[in-house]
């Protein structure tokens, strides 16, 4: 299948343990957060949200973080799998009303066995 | 299998043949997104619907490329005259109309030879 993202920034972590990846984003007016999970071949799919008025909001085994000082966002794995080997988009609403989203550029995450 | 499905999967077409993309979203969404991935890079937004509506269509979006959607129901996006550039994978989103959350089909990889 095609391969996603061959010169992307690569995070490698050992299985089990706690990934962070991180996000800088550009527009101060964006109201909405997301992050996605693309493998290889596959459409991107939906890992979690957040919205401007939130810090912090956690899933199952995934935490995302938002600093709005900096324009930083994170997204935490806790007890990293194989199957999390992907890369990982964060993408920003473009505060047009559309949500049309502006996608960063993406993390390839290697588990290691 | 009630996600968003893309028709075909993938497209090889000589330079200057016109191509048609199919994408039927989730059955309840109002909201549909083209968006367009090259290699190494995220998804770039390229046109957006709301039921039958094209309400925005990014730069990105030449008079070669035109994109319905009938009934507000599926979509196509239509290449004409293809080049080399085109090359990429298509891919499209829906939502609802309140929460901006966009679920994502698999992509239609084109190749143009």
């Known amino acids: 299948g095609e391969s996603v993202g061959l010169h992307l920034p690569t995070l490698s972590v050992q299985e089990g343990d706690n990934s962070i990846i991180n996000c800088a984003y550009s527009n101060s007016a964006s109201d909405y957060f997301i992050w996605y999970k693309q493998e290889s071949g596959k459409g991107p799919q939906f890992i979690i949200d957040i919205r401007s008025n939130m810090d912090k909001r956690q899933g199952q085994r995934v935490t995302v973080l938002l600093n709005k000082t900096v324009k930083h966002l994170s997204l935490q794995i806790a007890a990293t799998q194989p199957g999390d080997s992907a890369v990982y988009f964060c993408a920003e609403d473009d505060s047009s009303g559309t949500y049309k989203y502006i996608f960063g550029t993406g993390t390839r995450l290697k588990v290691l066995a | 299998d009630t996600g968003v499905s893309q028709d075909p999967r993938h497209k090889i077409t000589k330079r200057g043949q016109n191509v048609t993309f199919r994408c039927d979203p989730i059955?309840?969404?109002?909201?549909l997104y083209w968006y367009r991935q090259t290699l190494g890079q995220g998804p770039e937004f390229l046109t957006y619907f709301q039921n039958e509506a094209q309400l925005e269509k990014s730069r990105l979006l030449s008079d070669r490329f035109s994109a319905e959607r009938p009934k507000g129901s599926f979509s196509t996006l239509e290449i004409q005259r293809t080049e080399q550039g085109d090359s990429a994978m298509y891919l499209c989103?829906?939502?609802?109309?309140?929460?901006?959350?966009?679920?994502f089909g698999p992509g239609t990889r084109l190749t143009v030879l």
């Open positions: 989103a829906s939502s609802l109309a309140g929460p901006p959350k966009q679920f």
């Open positions: 059955s309840e969404h109002n909201r």
